[in-house]
């Protein structure tokens, strides 16, 4: 047994109650990501991944949501419900986070210098021209030419990638030991999202912070991660190291979704494959596994009971923190393995 | 006015087509500058670029949606009005049509999907109610809806709902050619492939044009028979769509293909950092020469000074607007 992980999330359940009744946004996750490693969770709109991450950053409006069940630890310590550990804030000091649109996360009426000086007065104690120098010095870390400029400008005078680089320069103004970006090139053209990505990267190569991404893009989580999840209807139904899902996927919704995409392969020209029907409504939960209606594998029991938590590998020992998917096609019972679902290498 | 119809005459063709927006004080922005493209019939033709460079604008321009500043486009042979009078827009709708990028705005929140979709007929054609209501209902099937969603209204419609509403508004009076701006961009991977195969098989059974406007590399190069790159309003990089994404000639092409994430966690690893740096700069009073010159990794002192012609490489269909080819 390794040590702890940085921040480790288990059987974390998330539901809102609405006019039309309780949604269960996220039911029964568990994920943990290391000091200096990435983590992608993926998945679809409304697969609960953002709200996953907003739980543990205390984010989530109660009422109407509610945690109902699970716990997130930062370091052993618990912080659901909890800001402090050793009287150091967690949200903006230890975990920072920054969002998809960065225009309507920072203050319009605030300089970008005076936003990013706000964390460090608050969290570390900073008078206001230490603050202030200190700013300057992450927008220049973050890449942002004339630096000392541009910490006096407003928001609107601001591109989209500049933003993007100046909210990161807040989140690690405190040195975070975690970073949690929500979609965070999702608005930015290719161009602008190669550069976003490739200073995170050299930023965790400075800091050895973990960072926990969260996209839809599979492209993002190729380039990005160590680890994978892949989420759906609330749960991770695979989660494994990059080269696992991309190369051994376990789960049909993980295979569904990579022919669902265009493969950038000359040699063949393969045709888009689309994941028919919509995800389940989360308001009545189906008692199985939530892809059962959409899985072209589905057997009878998958629509009956939810599966577990099987391993994946040569091994098949116990999944964490391998590669598990939830899926009974891996039941060891089951030997009859749909084609596609077989290991390429 | 009259000329022969040749089987490889193009369907549309814009000539030097450029739109400005004056923003007042002498200030105007340079949309779109001299951009020359002739789209065969049948054809797809990609069209890629950063926010900006002038996409949307030129299938609009292209549409008559926006009046031209100059050039012009000819459809079938034709060269059509600069500004479009009424009469010209109901011609001119039957023949050719947009699918607009958000399914969210593009639908009247107030008229149900039937009323949606069956308008063009109703503007367009005199076909008598019970006709458009058949037709309505049979497009409905086609985008795979259900007749009785067309008492609904667009809320009540996920994304891709909405889109498949959106192609069967643009289609229910058979256009010929049709401009797709940013069709899936807004949806879900797996409801993306749902609604490019829709538009595919549409494509091949009513003989389609499209010109296919996205900012999605991977999706064009699929999509696309030709693939053309524009940059800050100009057109840098024309050819065949495999073509332009595995050997692209033009740096801003280079750029862009190697920023495009690929789902491949071995190819990304292999990938090195991406040298150009800078942003898309702004279209208001362009400085003379290449418009790329100030990101290009490869700038030379020519590009400063005199603006590349689009020119043929060896392949003949492949052009390129760069100093380097000349």
């Known amino acids: 047994m390794s040590a702890a992980p940085l921040l480790s999330v288990e059987d974390l359940h998330v539901e809102f109650s609405t006019h039309g009744g309780t949604v269960q946004a996220v039911r029964g996750v568990n994920f943990a990501v290391d000091a200096g490693r990435t983590l992608a969770i993926v998945g679809e709109s409304g697969c609960g991944k953002s709200v996953s991450v907003q739980s543990v950053m205390g984010l989530i409006p109660i009422p109407p949501g509610r945690i109902s069940a699970g716990s997130a630890r930062l370091r052993g310590v618990e912080i659901l419900g909890n800001n402090l550990i050793d009287g150091r804030d967690v949200r903006g000091a230890e975990i920072g986070m920054i969002f998809q649109d960065p225009m309507t996360s920072l203050n319009p009426t605030m300089t970008i210098g005076a936003q990013i000086a706000e964390p460090l007065r608050v969290h570390r104690g900073y008078g206001a021209g230490r603050a202030r120098e200190e700013a300057i010095r992450l927008l220049d870390s973050c890449r942002i030419p004339e630096a000392r400029k541009r910490a006096g400008q407003y928001p609107f005078e601001f591109s989209g990638g500049m933003l993007q680089r100046a909210m990161i320069a807040m989140a690690i103004s405190c040195k975070p030991a975690l970073l949690i970006a929500d979609e965070p090139t999702t608005a930015l053209d290719v161009t602008i999202q190669s550069q976003i990505l490739d200073l995170m990267r050299e930023l965790q190569g400075e800091t050895g912070m973990a960072i926990i991404l969260i996209t839809h893009d599979l492209g993002v989580v190729a380039r990005m991660a160590d680890e994978v999840a892949v989420m759906y209807a609330g749960k991770i139904v695979e989660h494994g190291s990059v080269d696992d899902i991309f190369y051994r996927s376990a789960h049909p919704y993980t295979c569904g979704l990579r022919s669902a995409m265009p493969v950038n392969d000359r040699s063949r020209h393969a045709e888009l494959k689309p994941i028919e029907g919509r995800p389940p409504d989360l308001f009545a939960p189906p008692p199985g596994c939530g892809y059962a209606p959409r899985c072209p594998h589905a057997m009878q029991l998958c629509g009956r009971e939810h599966p577990p938590e099987f391993a994946i590998g040569p091994g098949r020992t116990r999944p964490d923190p391998a590669h598990y998917s939830r899926c009974w096609l891996h039941h060891e019972l089951n030997r009859q393995r749909p084609p596609e679902l077989h290991f390429r290498e | ?326």
Request: hydrophobic share 40%; charged share 25%; net charge neutral.
């Open chain 2, 1 to 326: 006015m009259n000329s022969p119809q040749r089987a490889n005459a193009p369907l549309v063709e814009a000539e030097q087509l450029s739109k400005y927006f004056d923003l007042g004080g002498g200030q105007r922005v340079h949309a779109v500058e001299d951009v020359s493209l002739a789209v065969a019939p049948r054809e797809i033709v990609g069209l890629v670029g950063e926010s900006g460079s002038g996409k949307s604008t030129f299938g609009k321009t292209l549409l008559g949606l926006y009046p031209k500043s100059a050039g012009r486009v000819r459809y079938r042979g034709e060269a059509l009005p600069g500004r479009y009078s009424p009469a010209d827009f109901r011609r001119l709708a039957k023949k050719m049509q947009m699918i607009f990028q958000d399914p969210y705005a593009s639908l009247n929140p107030r008229m149900t999907v039937g009323e949606i979709i069956g308008e063009g007929l109703r503007l367009h054609t005199d076909l008598p109610k019970p006709e458009i209501n058949r037709r309505v209902a049979a497009w409905l099937d086609r985008v795979g809806l259900t007749g009785d969603h067309g008492s609904r209204y667009p809320h009540e419609f996920s994304g891709g709902q909405r889109q498949r509403i959106g192609i069967a508004r643009a289609l229910i009076l058979e256009p010929e050619f049709v401009v797709c701006d940013e069709p899936v961009s807004a949806l879900d991977v797996s409801v993306q492939a749902q609604v490019v195969n829709l538009l595919g098989e549409l494509k091949e059974s009513l003989g389609l044009t499209l010109l296919f406007i996205a900012h999605d590399l991977s999706m064009v190069r699929h999509v696309s028979d030709r693939m053309a790159v524009m940059y800050l309003g100009s057109l840098v990089e024309i050819g065949a769509a495999d073509a332009v994404y595995f050997e692209p000639k033009h740096p801003y092409t280079e750029l862009l293909v190697g920023s495009n994430p690929e789902p491949d966690p071995k190819a990304e690893r292999a990938r090195g950092a991406v040298e150009a740096q800078g942003e898309i700069p702004s279209p208001v009073n362009i400085p003379p020469g290449c418009r790329f010159a100030g990101r290009c990794p490869k700038v030379m002192d020519i590009c400063r000074q005199s603006t590349p012609e689009l020119t043929p490489l060896r392949d003949a269909n492949r052009l390129v607007a760069c100093h380097l080819y000349a």
